[in-house]
């Protein structure tokens, strides 16, 4: 199913570049994570640090998201990147020369933040701008693949470069990465393009776009979905480091071998999602990764055991992705063209925020009853409250029982 979008020369030339910049992305990311464990040893700053990036996409995203409906969306596409670029240079300077601190870090992770907050709405806008509605679920499960590959060979390549040339090459190497991504914006052409100028004031689209947004019932199902999984289950893929380290004695290698083994269940989740379609049976599999999400978690907070927990981290990769990457095919194949800058603003503010936002109460739980009490308690009940949404999803909502009908 997956190769017939690949006919498209746009889709298949965005994808080469977005990898490109995806890897990059990660590796900066268990950098980011590895550095704050570095000059802390603190598990409320991995929270906080996390919380720095994702927060603004809670702040700012739905703002940004009417930005994606009026302007053009490949110039904020170059204007992000470029800035990216730039933000991925300072860290690289700061940590090589040994004049970052947690709080210089915490800023700059901040503003890479609000640079992401404002591309996230244009990049997933993006792709249905290059191949045909028909295949639109099989594309955004295509760049699945393409981000969970990134995600297992992000961290390889980061542990890779850490123990060779060092923490900061690993900033280097995301700056160069964001050249792919604008060299593929150069080359590619829009199906569809923004109209010249605003329909209405601003806020007025801003106001509208939530309107809509929660008055879909299917939209707004899925937004329940990815907050539950993400406010618990993402947040513990924030805490890597401190499960490295703490739960399971390793150092950087051990970081990049938990975030790979995640990375890897993904991209089977990615594989899978090309079979569901976008119906009532992909929605049923996202509530059920729910409720499993919730079980892994608990069992990674009662063991120590090393293989396990790789075992455990692979299923929880693949139920997060099969959750966040379902959830956002069944809103891109929902939404009207006018209104997808929003809405998915508002997936990305929750997809994004959630796990940040868990993962500081996880953290300052952790710090005074042990990461592993901490993960037990919050698996049970996310487990508990992903079991009550499986039973609405079932026996109580109008979207499935009028999808089931028909």
């Known amino acids: 199913?997956?190769?017939?979008?690949?006919?498209?020369?746009?889709?298949?030339?965005?994808?080469?570049?977005?990898?490109?910049?995806?890897?990059?992305?990660?590796?900066?990311?268990?950098?980011?994570?590895?550095?704050?464990?570095?000059?802390?040893?603190?598990?409320?700053?991995?929270?906080?640090?996390?919380?720095?990036?994702?927060?603004?996409?809670?702040?700012?995203?739905?703002?940004?998201?009417?930005?994606?409906?009026?302007?053009?969306?490949?110039?904020?596409?170059?204007?992000?990147?470029?800035?990216?670029?730039?933000?991925?240079?300072?860290?690289?300077?700061?940590?090589?020369?040994?004049?970052?601190?947690?709080?210089?870090?915490?800023?700059?992770?901040?503003?890479?933040?609000?640079?992401?907050?404002?591309?996230?709405?244009?990049?997933?806008?993006?792709?249905?701008?290059?191949?045909?509605?028909?295949?639109?679920?099989?594309?955004v499960a295509a760049q699945s693949i393409v981000f969970n590959v990134s995600r297992f060979m992000g961290p390889a390549l980061a542990g890779i470069a850490i123990a060779t040339m060092g923490l900061a090459s690993a900033f280097a190497l995301n700056a160069i990465s964001y050249l792919a991504m604008i060299a593929a914006l150069l080359l590619i052409e829009l199906r569809t393009r923004r109209s010249g100028g605003p329909k209405s004031h601003f806020f007025a689209e801003l106001k509208e776009g939530i309107t809509y947004t929660f008055q879909h019932a299917a939209i707004r199902q899925q937004l329940l979905i990815v907050a539950l999984s993400a406010l618990f289950g993402r947040s513990v893929i924030v805490m890597l480091p401190a499960f490295a380290d703490d739960v399971f004695g390793g150092g950087s290698g051990t970081l990049a071998t938990l975030t790979s083994v995640s990375g890897a269940g993904a991209v089977i989740a990615g594989i899978c999602l090309t079979r569901l379609g976008s119906g009532t049976r992909l929605l049923r599999s996202t509530v059920l990764a729910t409720v499993l999400t919730g079980l892994l978690m608990a069992g990674l907070g009662v063991t120590q055991s090393y293989a396990l927990g790789i075992a455990l981290f692979a299923v929880l990769g693949f139920a997060l992705t099969l959750i966040g990457i379902g959830s956002q095919s069944l809103i891109q194949t929902r939404v009207a063209e006018a209104m997808r800058g929003r809405v998915l603003s508002l997936w990305a503010a929750v997809a994004f925020s959630a796990p940040a936002i868990g993962s500081v109460v996880i953290g300052a739980i952790a710090a005074r009853i042990g990461i592993g009490t901490a993960t037990l308690l919050s698996g049970l009940l996310c487990a508990v409250l992903a079991i009550l949404l499986a039973w609405y999803v079932y026996y109580g909502s109008p979207a499935v029982a009028s999808r089931d009908a028909s």
Do not use: C
């Open 1 to 139: 199913m997956v190769s017939r979008v690949f006919a498209s020369r746009d889709f298949t030339i965005y994808l080469v570049g977005s990898a490109f910049s995806l890897h990059g992305l990660w590796i900066q990311r268990v950098a980011v994570g590895w550095l704050a464990w570095e000059l802390t040893g603190s598990e409320v700053w991995l929270g906080l640090i996390a919380l720095s990036e994702f927060l603004p996409t809670v702040l700012f995203g739905p703002f940004f998201g009417v930005w994606a409906d009026r302007l053009d969306r490949k110039t904020v596409a170059y204007v992000a990147n470029v800035i990216s670029i730039a933000l991925s240079t300072l860290l690289f300077a700061l940590t090589a020369t040994g004049l970052m601190d947690i709080y210089i870090l915490w800023v700059i992770t901040a503003l890479v933040g609000i640079v992401g907050s404002a591309f996230q709405p244009v990049r997933m806008s993006l792709i249905p701008s290059l191949v045909p509605r028909e295949l639109l679920a099989e594309a």
